[in-house]
């Protein structure tokens, strides 16, 4: 489809054509995908169409959880063993 604008601009959109039930299907796979396997910051993308893709930037809640066992090492030297090194 092309309109002309008010500045006799051409405009070109392109119309994708959907089945609501299969976006809101889509939708959840890629919450569920974030939820199991995105790590905090990144992204996932999907193709659509040939030419169009899905961008799904997860909040901090749909994201796996950063899973660390203990407390992190802090690792003190002693004043004999800093002479030493």
Known sequence: ???????H???VHTLVSVDPDKLIE????LKQHAMD?????ES???PLTDKILLVYEPTDGYVKPNHTLGAPA???ITE????LQ
């Not at 889509?26 to 796979?29: D, N």
């Not at 004999?80 to 002479?83: L, P, V």
């Open 26 to 29: 889509l939708g959840h796979r």
């Open 9 to 11: 601009a051409p405009r």
């Open 74 to 76: 802090i690792l003190a």
């Open 44 to 46: 996932l993308t999907v």
């Open 80 to 83: 004999t063993e800093g002479r």
């Open 1 to 7: 489809m092309q309109y002309l604008s008010i500045e």
């Open 37 to 41: 396997f995105a790590l905090q910051g």
